[in-house]
C-alpha cells in the first residue's frame, strides 16, 4: 500500500502515486481563499499556474471567500507524463455514461473509499467494490482503489463537500499521477442546470497540469444519459445511486434513488434489478424537493411517464414551487399544508409593505 | 477599406482582415442551431473544430432549440498566429476595467459599428468613435473599428428610438448572440492579434446563460486566434478600479438607451451604475448627468438579468437613502410587484398585485394533481 500525507491529510493506493507534494495544492487553495489567507503553493506546474488566478476568483465568487494572494514559484519539473486515461467510477449513472461515452479512451477506473462511503463503513464499499470490479472486467478496464480521509478531514469551506469534493477529486489525480495523463470527471449536472459546485465544466478543466489533463464529461441530461446506460443490461443491474448507505445497494426510498427509477420508468423500464420494487405514485409524490435537482424533476414533465406517475411528480413540483410540505394523503399532513398556505398568503398580502 | 463577406453578411475595417475560413463559422453555426437545419460550417482549423459539437450543446441546452448534426471539414492550413492583444472596447464599465487590468499587455481596442449602434445610424457612432479614440489615446493603444451588417442586417430594422435588445432575424437572438459575433470579428481580424480579451458583463457568482460566457468564449478560440473571457471582478470593484482614472471615468459610456456621447441618465443601467458610483464616494461624475435620486433608484423594474448587479449594492456601502431605495427595488423584484413611484395609482396596483399572489398562495394546497 502506497501513501501520500499532507497536514494530516492521506491517500492510499495499490498503485504507484506521485512522490511529490503538488498534489495537494487545490485543497491548500479553496481552504485558503475560504479562510482569506495567503495560499501558499509551492512548486506548481506552469499550466496550472496560468489558471490559478482563475480558480482563486471562481471560488471566491462561489464561496464568498477572498482574492487571496498566492504564493507559489513555478515548477521546472520535466517528468515526462504517464500513459493513460482514468475516470472517476462511483457506479452512479453519470459514471457508467461516461464511461460508455470514452469507452475507447479510458483504461482505468478511480473507485474512491472515503468519498460517498465513510471509511468506517468496510461493509458497503465491500459491496461497491465488488461491483465496481465486475464493471471494470466486464468493460475490460483495470480498477484503481483509492483510500482517503479527505472527506471527513475537510476544513469548513462554505458550501461544504458540495464545494471542497471537486477540489478533492483534483488532489486524487494528482496523488494519481504515475497512472495516467488524462482524468474524466463526470458532470453530475447538464449545461441547461449549472449551479456553482466544486466540480463544474468551468472549473475542472482549469486543474489539468502539463501531466496531468483533467476533463470534464457527459454535461447531457440525466434522462439522457440513462437512455443511453439502459442499452446495457450488464451496467444498468450494477447502478449504483444512493448516499443512504443504509445496507441495500440502492435503498429504493431516497429522493435520488426515486428520480433515478422514475427515470427508467419513463424510459419503459419497470424493473431494474438494482433497485427493489419500491416505487409508487404515493412515494413520488411525497418528495421532498430541493433545488439542486430541480432540473432532473422538472425534465420529467416532458417525458413519457403513466399518467399516475406523471401527476405525483406535478404535485412534488407544485409542493416545491408553492412552499408547502408534500402531500402524504395523511390528515395531519393536509391540515399542515392549509397552516404553511396561510402563513404564505398572509407574507404575499403584506409585501407591498417595505418599509 | 477591407472587407470580408459570407452569405450576405460582411465585416469591414481599415486593418488587414483574415485569409482564414474560421471567421463565418460561429455565425453560421448559431443560424444553423437556431433554424433547426442541417449546418455546413466549411473549413474549420483543428482547435475550434475540437469545440464546435460542445459548443452546439450549449447552444441547444441554453435555448431549448434541437439538437442538429454538424458538418465541417478540419483544414491543414497552418497559418501562423499574429502577436498582438486586443480587446473588444465598447468604452463601458467592463471595457475600461479589462483595459486597466491588461493596460501592458493590451495593443488594439476594437470598437464595432453594428453592435450597440445600428449601422445606419452615423451620426450616433461618430460620437461613440470619437470617445473610444480618446480613450484609446489616454491609454497609448490603437482603435480599430469595424463595421459589420450581422445584427442590423436588414433596412426594415427598428429605427433607433425604438431599439429593440431582440432584433427578430438575429440567430438565437442578439442575448445569445453576441459572444459568438465578437469571436466573429476576432477571427475576421486575425491578421492583427493573436489574443483577444472580451470583458465580462457578470461576474462568477452570476452564471446565468448569456451569449458572451466564461464556458462558451473560450470555445471559440482557434488556433491562431486564442479568445479569453475576461472575468472575476464583481461590477462594483469594476467600477473602482476606473474610478481610479478620472480620464477613463469621464468617458465612461454605459447607457443602453443612448448610445450618442451622453449617458442618458435614467435607464436602469445608468442608475445602476450611477449608484456604484455613489457607493464609492463619487458623487460627481462628469460623465453622466446629475439625475440620481432615491426616488428614481427605487422605481427602477429589475430583472432576471441584473438584479445580481443591484444585490451587490447592498454591501457596497451606499447612504442610507440610496439604501433603503436599492433594498426596495430588489424587495419589489422578489415579490413580483410593479416597483414603488410614489404615486397612489402605483400603490394601489400593488396591494391588487399582492392580493392576487395572496389568494393563490392561500388555495395553493389545491393541486389537481
Not at chain 1, 497536514?7 to 502515486?17: A, K, N
Not at chain 2, 440610496?322 to 397612489?344: C, M, N
Request: charged share 20%.
Amino acid at each position: 500500500m502506497n501513501r501520500v500525507t499532507d497536514r494530516g491529510i492521506w491517500i492510499e493506493s495499490d498503485v504507484p502515486l506521485a512522490d511529490t507534494p503538488q498534489w495537494s495544492i487545490p485543497l491548500r487553495l479553496v481552504k485558503a481563499v475560504a479562510d482569506g489567507e495567503t495560499a501558499n503553493l509551492g512548486s506548481v506546474s506552469p499550466l496550472l499556474a496560468s489558471n490559478l488566478p482563475t480558480i482563486r476568483d471562481i471560488f471566491a465568487a462561489w464561496i464568498g471567500g477572498h482574492q487571496v494572494p498566492l504564493n507559489f514559484e513555478l515548477s521546472s519539473d520535466v517528468t515526462t507524463a504517464a500513459s493513460g486515461v482514468s475516470l472517476f467510477f462511483s457506479g452512479g449513472v453519470d459514471s457508467f455514461y461516461s464511461l460508455i461515452k470514452n469507452r475507447d479512451e479510458v483504461d482505468n477506473l478511480v473507485l474512491i473509499h472515503g468519498f460517498d462511503v465513510p471509511l468506517a463503513d468496510t461493509r458497503t464499499f465491500e459491496l461497491a467494490e465488488a461491483q465496481a470490479r465486475e464493471v471494470a472486467r466486464i468493460f475490460g478496464k483495470r480498477l484503481i482503489v483509492v483510500r482517503t480521509n479527505l472527506h471527513w478531514e475537510q476544513p469548513s469551506v462554505p458550501g461544504g463537500w458540495g464545494m471542497y469534493g471537486g477540489a478533492a477529486l483534483a488532489a486524487v489525480a494528482y496523488a494519481l499521477t504515475p497512472n495516467h495523463c488524462k482524468v474524466y470527471i463526470a458532470s453530475s449536472h447538464s449545461y441547461t442546470d449549472l449551479p456553482p459546485l466544486g466540480s463544474h465544466p468551468l472549473l475542472d478543466p482549469l486543474w489539468s497540469t502539463h501531466q496531468v489533463e483533467i476533463v470534464n464529461t457527459g454535461i447531457e441530461t440525466r434522462i439522457d444519459k440513462l437512455r443511453v446506460v439502459v442499452q446495457y443490461p450488464e451496467a444498468l443491474a450494477r447502478l449504483r445511486v444512493c448516499w443512504e448507505n443504509l445496507g441495500n445497494y440502492n435503498c429504493g426510498l431516497c429522493e435520488k434513488c426515486i428520480r433515478t427509477m422514475l427515470a427508467l420508468l419513463a424510459l419503459g423500464i419497470e424493473h431494474c434489478p438494482a433497485f427493489p420494487d419500491t416505487l409508487t405514485p404515493e412515494l413520488v409524490r411525497r418528495q421532498e424537493l430541493h433545488e439542486t435537482s430541480m432540473g432532473s424533476w422538472r425534465s420529467f414533465l416532458r417525458s413519457d411517464l403513466p399518467p399516475a406517475f406523471h401527476a405525483a411528480v406535478q404535485s412534488a413540483i407544485h409542493s416545491y414551487d408553492a412552499e408547502l410540505p408534500p402531500r402524504t394523503g395523511k390528515l395531519k399532513r393536509g391540515i399542515k399544508r392549509w397552516l404553511y398556505a396561510a402563513r404564505n398568503a398572509g407574507t404575499k398580502l403584506m409585501s407591498p409593505v417595505d418599509r | 477599406m477591407n472587407r470580408v463577406t459570407d452569405q450576405g453578411i460582411w465585416i469591414e475595417a481599415d486593418v488587414p482582415l483574415t485569409g482564414t475560413t474560421d471567421w463565418p463559422v460561429p455565425l453560421r453555426l448559431l443560424r444553423a442551431v437556431s433554424e433547426g437545419e442541417f449546418a455546413s460550417l466549411g473549413r474549420v482549423s483543428p482547435r475550434l473544430a475540437s469545440s464546435l459539437e460542445t459548443i452546439r450543446d450549449i447552444y441547444v441546452a441554453w435555448t431549448g432549440l434541437s439538437q442538429i448534426p454538424l458538418s465541417f471539414e478540419v483544414s491543414s492550413d497552418a497559418v501562423a498566429s499574429s502577436g498582438g492583444v486586443s480587446l473588444f472596447f465598447s468604452g463601458g464599465v467592463d471595457s475600461y476595467y479589462s483595459l486597466i487590468k491588461h493596460r501592458d499587455e493590451v495593443e488594439n481596442l476594437i470598437l464595432v459599428h453594428g453592435f450597440d449602434v445600428p449601422s445606419a445610424d452615423a451620426k450616433t457612432f461618430a460620437q461613440a468613435e470619437a470617445q473610444a479614440s480618446e480613450g484609446a489615446r489616454l491609454f497609448g493603444k490603437r482603435l480599430i473599428v469595424v463595421r459589420t451588417n450581422m445584427r442590423w442586417e436588414r433596412p426594415s430594422d427598428p429605427p433607433l428610438t425604438n431599439l429593440s435588445w431582440e432584433c427578430p432575424h438575429v440567430p438565437c437572438g442578439w442575448m445569445m448572440m453576441h459572444g459568438a459575433a465578437m469571436a466573429a470579428v476576432a477571427h475576421a481580424l486575425s491578421p492583427n492579434h493573436g489574443k483577444v480579451y472580451i470583458a465580462s458583463s457578470h461576474s462568477y457568482a452570476d452564471l446565468h446563460s448569456w451569449g458572451s460566457h466564461p464556458l462558451l468564449d473560450p470555445l471559440w478560440s482557434s488556433d491562431t486566434v486564442q479568445i479569453v473571457h475576461d472575468s472575476g471582478e464583481t461590477r462594483i470593484d469594476k467600477l473602482r478600479a476606473v474610478s481610479q482614472y478620472s480620464d477613463a471615468l469621464a468617458r465612461v459610456r454605459v447607457c443602453i438607451e443612448s448610445f450618442g456621447d451622453k449617458n442618458c441618465g435614467v435607464c436602469e443601467k445608468c442608475i445602476r451604475t450611477m449608484l456604484g458610483l455613489r457607493a464609492l464616494g463619487v458623487d460627481r461624475c462628469s460623465a453622466f448627468p446629475d439625475t440620481l435620486t432615491p426616488q428614481l433608484a427605487r422605481q427602477q423594474t429589475l430583472n432576471s438579468d441584473n438584479v445580481l448587479h443591484w444585490r451587490e449594492l447592498l454591501s457596497a456601502g451606499l447612504p442610507p437613502a440610496f439604501h433603503a431605495a436599492v433594498q426596495s427595488a430588489i424587495h419589489s423584484y422578489d415579490a413580483e410587484l410593479p416597483p414603488r413611484t410614489g404615486k397612489w395609482k402605483r400603490e394601489v396596483k400593488r396591494w391588487l398585485y399582492a392580493a392576487r399572489y395572496a389568494g393563490k398562495a392561500l388555495m395553493s394546497p389545491i393541486d389537481h394533481y
